[in-house]
């Protein structure tokens, strides 16, 4: 089962509301929760018999989350930063909340993550600017 597959089970919910499309704003913060399942794929084999949350998962859940209010175009990302500050369990709620900075090189963005109202992870990712007016260059 690809890493994709596995974290669509647990559906990353934003706290945005849709509306018309409207340009985005240079900066803005966003919120969004997920509770990971005990039964979560990506969980078979990470820790046996004291199940944690692997990083990696942390990492994909702040991208979901970024992407679904409109940074990046399914292209790569780059990971500037992630640490770590306490295991995540399995049945954790989880609540992300991210300043995303739009410039000329791309998009920042900033997250906190928390796990049952206790600090779980800083994790900062990139994405680098594809601007359509270089496309014909």
């Known amino acids: ?8 089970i ?26 990971v399942a005990h039964g979560a794929p990506f969980l078979q084999g990470h820790c046996p018999g004291f199940p944690l949350v692997p990083g990696f998962a942390l990492v994909q859940y702040v991208h979901d ?6 940074v990046g175009d399914g292209g790569g990302f780059v990971l500037k930063k992630a640490r770590f500050l306490s295991p995540v369990r399995p049945g954790e709620e989880l609540v992300i909340e ?9 998009v920042r963005a900033t997250a906190s993550v928390s796990a049952d109202a206790r600090p ?18």
Do not use: C, K, N, Y
């Open 10 to 35: 647990a559906e990353l919910e934003p706290s945005r509301p849709t509306g018309p499309a409207t340009p985005p704003p240079a900066e803005e913060t966003v919120r969004g929760s997920v509770t």
């Open 98 to 106: 991210a300043r995303i900075e739009r410039g000329d090189h791309g």
């Open 65 to 70: 989350l970024v992407r679904a209010h409109g």
């Open 120 to 137: 779980a992870a800083r994790i900062a990712l990139h994405f680098p600017q594809d601007r359509p007016d270089q496309e014909d260059e």
């Open 1 to 8: 089962m690809m890493l994709e597959e596995a974290l669509s």
